[in-house]
């Protein structure tokens, strides 16, 4: 079999880029279709509006500074308005009122289905209250919140450059990436290898290049050092690496792929506020991608991790018939499912045995009182999105991190085999228990990562282009 362990880098033996560069060729078609053509996969509910950052003052997370506001001021103003950042990072195209409670009240409580609420001007879109589950690795968007959110078309507001950039932007980054330090806050005297450790600036910064070398690491990344003391230190080896510290690792590459599939993104449907034309942009690609190979490969990973997610979902979809996707219209709901088999299938199908294997996760060493710490750092991560000072960055940065969250919990909250789990559940579990919005966050996270395989490869053999001209 030819699955990528948590511990490998994407580009080692058979789990090469061209191996799941090929699967995408395979999934792609189908996945597009399910999030393009289907109601049920086009929309996705959120609260976008109502929450305020829980980290920090959201105002001071927009623009954290007077220099931050006149810069933008200043570069803004050379630019017309319907291209200025403000602009560029609104949503578009009509939002529906989620239809409230009184609606859901008609109808029993049934967590596994999503129905159709009465006098509702559009269609698949109700579900049920949902409750907060100890499994879940990001918060459920209306966990808190009064009201439920709208429901954005995600055709609408594709994940494109939009401007958003400077303090705010960097503020939340940084804290994403402070999320890895899993408790190590102090000098370490001995290193693991792969292990993040946050170092105070300074000199400490040099004893612990020093303890790394002597240690005969090959290579300590160093990240954010001038702008942020706290951003820790990755340190890399060209060596085995050991099990210890998988998780924290796993963790890493999740955020940073995530970074690296949205920095695909606004380069690739870029807009060149010159000429005003959207297009590819290549040197935003080889400045934030082609320069740091392992964000590339951890890019790769993620698509890995989702598509094993997507590929285990198979077979609790497919058995249990009642969980409809729109009750209103059998014929669609019929083909919305249809849809769904055709991506879970071809995930499962098109490279022989699983393409990532969880199994090594959360098992020794400290690996599952990990769990916890795994768990709860990510739900930070998906709070964080909140402090996201663009509506349409916020969208899609909500978006992934629920869809990975999602991913995440199937991997490893589902039961570990290819049968229905109602054979291993006992009576008191809900067997299959996603809510809309986390199945609809899954499938276009994976699209979403779909086609960052597909701009990078576009990207790649432009650079390769522009070498061999010059
Ligand atoms: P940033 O991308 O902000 O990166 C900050 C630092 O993180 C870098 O200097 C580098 O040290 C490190 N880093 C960068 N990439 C990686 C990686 N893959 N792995 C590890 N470390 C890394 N802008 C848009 O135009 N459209 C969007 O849809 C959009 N969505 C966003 C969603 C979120 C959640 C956030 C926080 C920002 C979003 N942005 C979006 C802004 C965008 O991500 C950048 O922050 C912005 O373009 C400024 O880029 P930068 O070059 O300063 O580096």
């Keep these: 079999s030819c699955a990528i362990s948590p511990k490998a880098i994407v580009s080692d033996a ?70 200025r950042a403000s602009e560029l ?45 100890d499994r879940d690795y990001c918060v459920p968007d209306d966990e808190s919140a009064a009201s439920k959110g709208d429901y954005v078309s995600l055709l609408r507001n594709p994940e494109r450059f939009t401007g958003y950039a400077g303090d705010g932007a960097k503020q939340v980054w940084d804290a994403v990436y402070r999320e890895n330090c899993f408790q190590k806050s102090s000098f370490p005297q001995s290193a693991s290898l792969g292990e993040t450790y946050s170092v105070p600036k300074g000199p400490a910064a040099q004893d612990f290049r020093a303890v790394m070398q002597a240690a005969g690491r090959q290579q300590v990344l160093e990240q954010q050092r001038e702008q942020n003391p706290l951003v820790p ?35 690739w449907d870029f807009l060149n506020q010159t000429t005003g034309q959207w297009q590819p942009n290549l040197s935003c690609y080889i400045n934030r991608l082609h320069k740091f190979p392992d964000r590339i490969s951890n890019l790769y990973f993620n698509y890995a991790l989702l598509t094993r997610a997507v590929a285990k979902l198979g077979p609790y979809l497919s058995s249990h018939e009642e969980y409809t996707f729109c009750t209103g219209d059998p014929a669609q709901d019929a083909d919305t499912r249809a849809k769904v088999l055709a991506v879970t299938s071809k995930a499962a199908n098109s490279v022989p045995g699983p393409v990532f294997d969880e199994s090594l996760m959360f098992k020794n060493g400290e690996g599952p009182s990990l769990k916890e710490d795994f768990r709860n750092r990510f739900r930070n991560v998906s709070r964080l999105m909140d402090c996201v000072g663009c509506d349409k960055c916020r969208l899609w940065g909500k978006l992934q991190t629920a869809g990975y969250g999602t991913a995440l919990k199937v991997l490893f909250e589902f039961a570990n085999n290819d049968t229905p789990a109602a054979t291993t559940s006992t009576s008191d579990e809900i067997p299959f228990k996603l809510k809309r919005t986390e199945l609809v966050a899954l499938f276009n996270t994976y699209a979403r990562l779909s086609s960052s395989l597909e701009a990078v490869q576009k990207f790649r053999a432009m650079v390769e282009e522009t070498e061999t001209e010059s």
């Design 14 to 83: 058979c789990a090469s880029y061209s191996t799941l560069e090929h699967l995408n060729h395979d999934v792609k078609p189908a996945l597009d279709d399910l999030t393009r053509t289907t109601d049920f996969f086009s929309h996705y509910r959120l609260n976008l509006f109502n929450k305020r950052c829980p980290f920090w003052n959201d105002e001071n997370g927009m623009c954290g500074n007077i220099a931050c506001a006149v810069e933008t001021l200043d570069n803004e103003e050379d630019i017309p308005e319907v291209w």
């Design 89 to 133: 990072g609104k949503l578009e195209g009509p939002r529906a009122k989620h239809p409230g409670k009184s609606v859901q009240r008609q109808e029993p409580k049934r967590p596994l289905q999503g129905k159709l609420g009465e006098n509702v001007g559009e269609s698949c879109v109700v579900e049920y209250d949902d409750e907060c589950d």
């Design 233 to 267: 230190f990755v340190a890399k080896t060209g060596l085995e690496l050991e099990d210890e510290c998988l998780e924290k690792r796993v963790f890493y590459k999740v955020v940073s792929g995530m970074h690296a599939s949205i920095s695909t993104h606004l380069c």
